[in-house]
């Protein structure tokens, strides 16, 4: 059924094809992807840097998926990250849209807000072997 009413003599059918804008389109069938805000990184990004001067982290990556945005940190670029920083909205009203994770695959911290999941940071994370 369609909204508009069919005229006399107007030759429309209920199978009558709908224009519709190709912007529209595209915005229906591919969402944006979820991406960092400029807080956001710029908050991790002085936290990166720290690490950066101290000599712990060499290299990073920003991912923006469909359903997540994740910012991986690198010891070294041709290995797996040593951390990756998650923003996955669809966790906002259950445990919190921003995690870090670590190597394994671990959460190490969870929660609402950017500035205290990247509280994990401050204390000193090393990895054993």
Avoid: C
Wanted: hydrophobic share 35%.
């Amino acid at each position: 059924m369609s909204d508009q009413p069919d005229l006399p003599g107007s030759g429309r059918s209920q199978d009558a094809a709908v224009v519709v804008s190709l912007n529209e389109y595209r915005q229906n069938r591919d969402p944006a992807p979820v991406t960092f805000h400029r807080r956001e990184l710029d908050a991790i990004l002085k936290i990166y840097g720290r690490m950066v001067g101290e000599g712990e982290w060499k290299d990073y990556a920003i991912d923006h998926l469909k359903d997540r945005a994740v910012f991986s940190i690198f010891k070294r670029s041709g290995e797996m990250p040593l951390f990756r920083v998650e923003k996955n909205p669809k966790l906002a009203s259950k445990q919190g849209a921003y995690s870090v994770i670590n190597t394994d695959g671990r959460i190490l911290k969870r929660g609402q807000e950017l500035p205290q999941v990247l509280k994990v940071f401050d204390k000193a994370l090393k990895l054993i072997d």
